[in-house]
């Protein structure tokens, strides 16, 4: 079913459908919401070691570019 089909089938509900179709698409969207934000709180939690990126494997995942390796900046953090 198209949106332009549901948008139309909307329009044509009674005022109670309306109501009841409102208060479900909000709710849909509320809890979208929750499951995203309780999965990035689980990403941000993450204490397993072996599931943290290197800064190399960070940034070829973001773009497919890592820094190069005679970044002298990075290398100074190293040394800390």
């Keep these: 079913m198209s949106l332009e089909t549901l948008k139309k089938e909307a329009a044509s509900l009674d005022e109670p459908s309306r109501k009841e179709l409102v208060t479900f ?8 919401s929750a ?26 995942r973001l773009d ?5 390796a005679d970044d002298p900046v990075r290398e100074r953090s190293r040394a800390c």
């Design 25 to 32: 698409l909000v709710s849909l969207r509320h809890q979208q």
């Design 64 to 68: 497919g570019i890592a820094e190069p």
């Design 35 to 60: 499951d995203r934000g309780r999965r990035l709180t689980e990403i941000r939690d993450a204490q397993d070691p072996g599931r943290w990126l290197t800064p190399e494997e960070f940034g070829e």
